[in-house]
């Protein structure tokens, strides 16, 4: 699958987590910052991107918990210029405020 129709899917399928982040990041929510969601970079997709500020927000479930492919990709982004700021799900649904505070310490 092409990673154009890999992000259109993975925008039809979000996690709770990431329709809350969304909601938090998008029209400019956060001061002013542009991101978009589900957004192909080089052979991956990144859950959410802010190109002014080149970071990376990813929503991660247990899947993520300690996986080499996660820190292999992590590694290509950040030689790339990117930097990845990661939220666990729980964090992001019980804590939203904390995530929209932290964001914006990582954007300033």
Not at 54 to 74: F, M, P, Y
Not at 78 to 103: S, T
Request: glycine share 6%; hydrophobic share 40%.
């Amino acid at each position: 699958m092409a990673k154009t129709a890999l992000a259109r899917a993975l925008r039809r399928s979000s996690t709770e987590a990431e329709k809350k982040l969304w909601n938090l990041l998008r029209d400019r929510r956060l001061e002013g910052w542009k991101f978009r969601r589900q957004v192909p970079l080089g052979s991956y997709v990144v859950d959410f991107y802010c190109a002014q500020a080149k970071l990376i927000v990813e929503a991660d479930g247990g899947q993520h918990a300690e996986s080499a492919s996660d820190e292999n990709r992590t590694a290509w982004l950040a030689r790339n210029g990117y930097r990845v700021k990661r939220y666990w799900n729980n964090e992001i649904l019980a804590n939203p405020e904390g995530v929209f505070m932290d964001l914006l310490e990582n954007l300033t």
